[in-house]
């Protein structure tokens, strides 16, 4: 049986984004979207035991776990890496899946991200949101933003994370980063005190409540740059998801706010390559005064349509990004088609 520091350096070695303890199957990898086992013996109760309880950090944290049933959190490994731990109990067995987390080492070149959204490094304030499923490289993403403004600008980088996922070394700004439920208790709680610890660029892991959602605002408002992540696919679907997080009441205010402070909302997918790796496709739209016209009157559903005719501001449709990876070679004309927005009107792209 795989030894558990060996199973987590193959993984960190093997780029795995996930590790999986599990009884009944072999310690497994998940690589490029895909499931690989990581040896040929099935964990049973006992083995799955042992290897959960070998990453906590004490008996005490274990025996915590035992008696809740569940038990996230944080652990290293000297001179292997940073792992995020969701443990739990299931059909009366010990059960674990591991992410792994990567100190900020992008190479910015194969990441596949566009100049137009790397650009958002040089803005000074507003917000900024990129969206998509869970697994779409939202993270990797903002991280290569964070990385961008670390090297080229002198300024104080503030992250709130649930969990770390890059790990920032100061470069030319200072950069500290908070872990939700170890730092601290709650995003809303690290965002109130955040105010008040000076910082330029605040980084939101996820806006995931009314209370986050509304001191963000008011953080971009008062000139900060905020960037943060939503679980939409499309940026007209996450203006909408902003708006409904506050009473109707509230909404048409809430829609000057946020016409006057958004910047841009990236949304990514990631789309089999050729290669069998992933690639991600973008929606771009970037906040022009047409854009804010229609969030301000609420004609959100003209912002697709926008977006379509927004270029030459460096704006992108999903579809015509789809396209220019399949015109570069980089994906089949069926993935193509099976990820495309409109499926009928994408073939207008190709070349």
Not at 95 to 121: C, K, M, W, Y
């Amino acid at each position: 049986m795989i030894e558990l520091q060996s199973l987590l350096k193959e993984a960190v070695d093997k780029m795995a984004s996930d590790i999986f303890i599990s009884v009944g199957v072999p310690p497994t990898l998940k690589i490029n979207g895909q499931l690989i086992k990581a040896d040929d013996e099935k964990l049973n109760p006992e083995t799955a035991k042992k290897m959960i309880s070998e990453l906590f950090k004490t008996e005490e944290d274990f025996l915590d776990f035992v008696k809740a049933g569940e038990k996230d959190f944080s652990t290293s490994l000297a001179g292997i890496g940073r792992f995020r731990v969701a443990a739990y109990i299931q059909r009366g067995s010990m059960a674990a899946a591991i992410r792994v987390l990567r100190f900020e080492s992008l190479d910015l070149g194969q990441l596949n991200i566009p100049t137009e959204i790397l650009d958002f490094h040089s803005k000074k304030k507003g917000l900024i949101l990129v969206t998509g499923p869970t697994g779409s490289g939202k993270s990797t993403t903002l991280s290569a933003i964070i990385s961008l403004i670390n090297k080229k600008r002198s300024c104080h980088i503030l992250t709130l994370e649930d969990p770390i996922e890059y790990l920032h070394k100061h470069d030319k700004s200072i950069v500290d980063q908070r872990e939700i439920g170890i730092d601290t208790k709650s995003y809303s709680m690290a965002l109130k005190s955040a105010l008040r610890q000076a910082p330029d660029v605040i980084l939101i892991g996820e806006m995931r409540d009314y209370e986050t959602v509304s001191i963000a605002l008011t953080a971009a408002e008062t000139g900060h740059l905020v960037l943060s992540t939503l679980h939409t696919t499309s940026a007209a679907k996450t203006i909408d998801r902003i708006i409904d997080v506050f009473e109707p009441s509230q909404q048409q205010q809430i829609r000057v706010q946020l016409s006057t402070v958004l910047t841009a909302v990236v949304t990514q997918q990631l789309l089999p390559s050729i290669d069998d790796s992933r690639i991600p496709a973008f929606e771009v739209m970037i906040a022009n005064p047409n854009i804010r016209n229609l969030i301000r009157e609420a004609k959100i559903p003209q912002i697709d349509a926008a977006i379509q005719t927004g270029r030459a501001f460096g704006m992108m449709s999903m579809d015509m990004s789809i396209a220019n990876l399949y015109n570069e070679g980089k994906i089949t004309k069926e993935t193509a088609l099976a990820y495309a927005v409109n499926p009928e009107g994408i073939t207008k792209y190709f070349k």
